[in-house]
């Protein structure tokens, strides 16, 4: 059982920056991929941003490439998000999730991730 809580969402201004962090329990950490999605209201869960168990490779959505940043500290069993030039569109509530062992590549697909966090309130105002 694996269990994620994300934090540091809030209100910011459009251009600002906002640094989300997830905490996952447990001592496998270092043995899995990690994700980052978000879900506007009325619309569906979307990808935005991965990373492979070492932190050597990453993959983004095109909404978000060259403004947010994903990293991981194994050591501290933490994934961030570091999101810069925020938009208002990318106010929705962000998500970290673990990915299944096993997996290897298609890491915009929600089905293969297996825990989930409770989401964070990301607001970007105009």
């Known amino acids: 059982q694996v269990q994620l809580v994300e934090s540091g969402g809030g209100l910011v201004q459009a251009g600002g920056s906002l640094r989300l962090s997830c905490a996952a329990s447990?001592?496998?950490?270092?043995?899995?991929?990690m994700g980052w999605f978000r879900q506007a209201p009325g619309k569906e869960r979307e990808f935005v941003a991965a990373?492979?168990?070492?932190?050597?490779?990453?993959n983004y959505a095109d909404s978000v490439k060259g403004r947010f940043t994903i990293s991981r500290d194994n050591a501290k069993n933490t994934v961030y998000l570091q999101m810069n030039s925020l938009k208002p569109e990318d106010t929705a509530v962000y998500y970290c999730?673990?990915?299944?062992?096993?997996?290897?590549?298609?890491?915009?697909?929600?089905?293969?991730?297996?825990?989930w966090g409770q989401g964070t309130q990301v607001t970007v105002s105009s």
């Open positions: 990373i492979n168990w070492s932190g050597g490779r990453t």
């Open positions: 447990g001592r496998t950490f270092s043995s899995y991929a």
């Open positions: 999730a673990k990915r299944r062992l096993g997996y290897s590549g298609n890491y915009p697909l929600p089905s293969t991730y297996d825990y």
